[in-house]
């Protein structure tokens, strides 16, 4: 049975939309939760961390999460809503992102989120300056919101030429992570 998709315009934030059926024109959101099997979530990304959520009571959800959506706690929005709509244990898988080694940062700006998503998250870039961690910002954040990571891609989208990396290769193209409820 193929399904219709339902999509946001992602603006790096922890808005999370909620639907209950096909969503036709994105809305400006990071992550969409749902109960419903009449759609697909998808979120799309480059170099961003994907997450797709589940729990047994049915209830899913996919959230876009970068330094900046992490820093507005869209993981912990996402998990917030699926529990609002009845989930009890969440599990989550994570896409491939970029890593320390290719994600050189800002040292005030590593700080700042240090100081919001623990030291954990400072790392060295392959060229010897600040690096952000993206996984184990994401890891930290799943923990920290009671969702029980079940799966991770664990290459870099900058190293491997599998996945598109904006910020390793200005690759325009973005990668697709997808959650849908089978039909009963």
Known sequence: MALPWTFVRQVHGARVLVVDGAVVEPVEADAIVTTSPATALGVLGADCALVGLAS?????????????????????EVAAAMRQ??????????????????YPFGTAELAALCGRLGAGVAATAADGSPGLDLPAAVRGRLATAG???????????????????????RDTGRHLLGVWLESR
């Open 56 to 76: 047994p009571e049915g209830v899913i959800g996919v959230a876009h999460a970068g330094w900046r959506g992490l820093a507005a706690g869209v993981v912990e």
């Open 85 to 102: 709509r009845g989930a009890s244990a969440i599990e989550a898988v994570v896409s491939a992102c970029i890593h320390a080694e290719c």
């Open 147 to 169: 969702v029980d990571l079940v799966g991770e891609v664990g290459e870099c989208t900058a190293c491997s030429g599998a996945y598109f990396s904006y910020r390793g290769r």
